[in-house]
């Protein structure tokens, strides 16, 4: 894997890549700063200079979809632009059009959540204590509230290839509904309105088609809801009833929907996945005890004093990967129970898992073959698990630290775990860091939104690792390239106000030591 420099960023969530995959926003506390990158060479695009308490107290950056404008001599033009947010501003900014900016200020309730629509025009503002929704129209700079949204996170969504947005609030009778918008109008018209059969619902997720709506309960209450575009009920599943005797008193914990399945994720521990007509046709099970035709892949922990590298290595079978006692951690019992990680890949044919008791594994199901092709045992409990947006058997994983003696977690480590099932063997990529000082925080693809096939060939594949205070970008290499690899080369662009200096400002490779070579995949 090849590394470019490191650059500073100040936002726990780290950089950020359009939604075009084209540009990387970060942002910077000192100087207070938006810097815009390109994605294919890391050229400075835009600088952006912010409020100093904006930059500070700052949460989110994200990307609007494309937006057309059009141009004074009638042309339409495609600009990119993006927010930041904090917990009472958003603040508004497009890529081209350096004239263009706007600000939100939110009173009671603040910002608890922010989103756009999909025509990049309005934006989605949550309250916190589930006051409100505000939607601001940047065009009108006029907006309309809708109250009591239950969610900012997965209480919205909207249908595949339509306008309509289902949306879950809560009646002033505490009871849940879910309400479809036509986004298309200004202001938004409300199709439909229906109330769930739900204790305290926890989310709501569309079909891959668009034709189906999910809704699923909270974990006291082991139940989900399909409903059908304009509201009827087409059918209501549970795998069992919650309490009952020889049954956990808790129900579904995750949920994926892609093609014909819909994955739920269990706190007994099982995936159960349910067909187009929603029945239940498999049930994936995880064994404390491994026994399998699926080889498992087990971390080699690195010891430099001793001569041994970070890599992989095949565990012999059967094998007990590393489980929590539940009756020794006290009170946070459910947070250590059932399939935290449920996750299809790009085309619906994997299907990534992890139960929290064994937190250091993970499980990469076949849904061909309806069997794990692959058990990876990681030395620490895995944070985070990502699938190649567009790549279909190309995965990474990132791992928390270690707990000392009082059961303090130590910061992330120097490590990003990839997974193929192309490859021979998982790769365990250590960012060249002179004395290992780097700590992954987190970690995502450059999503450039291409399908695989379409492709350019030659085209690496990208990724963004970092933490709170860096990030670099790194670009993965078939294995004959390992050997011939080019670094990255980053230079920055004329940008009015960004010397060359200025820009060398951002970047921490000196200060931290960044090798200029490529980086050693240790298999």
């Not at 956990?248 to 892609?258: A, M, R």
Request: aromatic share 8%.
């Amino acid at each position: 894997m090849e590394f470019s420099p490191l650059f500073k960023s100040s936002l726990p969530s780290g950089a950020v890549s359009s939604t075009t995959g084209r540009f990387i926003a970060s942002l910077t506390q000192t100087p207070p700063r938006l810097v815009i990158r390109s994605a294919d060479s890391l050229a400075v695009k835009r600088v952006i200079t912010l409020p100093a308490e904006l930059a500070t107290k700052a949460h989110t950056i994200k990307w609007a979809p494309p937006h057309v404008i059009l141009a004074e001599d009638g042309a339409e033009e495609v600009d990119e632009r993006l927010l930041v947010a904090d917990e009472k501003t958003v603040k508004v900014y497009a890529l081209h059009d350096e004239a263009f900016e706007a600000s939100i200020t939110e009173g009671i309730g603040g910002v608890r959540g922010v989103d756009w629509d999909r025509t990049g025009d309005n934006i989605l503002i949550f309250s916190d204590f589930q006051l409100k929704l505000t939607v601001w129209s940047l065009s009108a700079s006029a907006g309309a509230i809708i109250y009591h949204p239950k969610s900012p996170s997965k209480g919205h969504a909207y249908r595949p290839g339509s306008p309509y947005l289902a949306l879950m609030t809560r009646t002033p009778t505490a009871h849940d509904a879910v309400s479809l918008f036509d986004t298309s109008m200004t202001p938004w018209r409300l199709a439909r309105t229906w109330r769930l059969p739900t204790v305290d619902a926890q989310g709501l997720q569309w079909s891959s088609c668009g034709q189906w709506l999910a809704v699923w309960d909270s974990s006291v209450e082991y139940s989900i809801h399909i409903y059908t575009v304009d509201g009827r009920s087409l059918k209501s599943y549970s795998a069992y009833r919650t309490g009952s005797e020889g049954a956990p008193g808790l129900g579904i914990k995750s949920l994926t929907w892609k093609g014909d399945f819909l994955a739920l994720g269990s706190y007994d521990g099982k995936v159960r996945l349910l067909n187009q007509w929603f029945t239940p046709v498999l049930e994936l099970t995880h064994s404390n005890t491994i026994r399998c035709g699926a080889k498992v892949w087990r971390e080699i922990a690195a010891a430099p004093a001793m001569g041994v590298t970070p890599g992989y290595e095949i565990a012999s079978q059967p094998c007990c990967p590393p489980t929590i006692n539940v009756a020794g951690i006290g009170t946070d019992v459910v947070g250590k129970l059932g399939v935290g990680v449920c996750m299809f890949n790009a085309d619906g044919t994997l299907l990534a898992t992890r139960t929290d008791h064994m937190p250091t594994t993970l499980w990469v199901w076949d849904l061909r073959i309806l069997a794990p092709i692959a058990i990876l045992v990681q030395h620490a409990p895995i944070r985070s698990v990502q699938w190649n947006p567009t790549k279909r058997g190309l995965l990474a994983i990132i791992c928390a630290g270690t707990e000392d003696e009082k059961g303090r977690t130590r910061k992330g480590g120097p490590d990003v775990y990839f997974w193929s099932e192309e490859w021979e063997t998982p790769r365990v990529v250590r960012i060249p860091v002179e004395g290992g000082g780097f700590e992954v925080g987190w970690c995502r693809w450059v999503d450039d939104g291409v399908p695989e096939e379409e492709v350019q060939e030659g085209k690496k594949t990208s990724v963004l690792i970092g933490n709170r205070e860096v990030w670099t970008m790194g670009r993965i290499l078939e294995e004959e390239d390992v050997e011939g690899e080019v670094p990255f080369e980053s230079k920055d662009s004329g940008v009015s106000g960004v010397s060359e200096g200025e820009a060398g400002e951002d970047s921490l490779s000196e200060i931290l030591g960044v090798k200029k070579e490529g980086i050693k995949v240790q298999a």
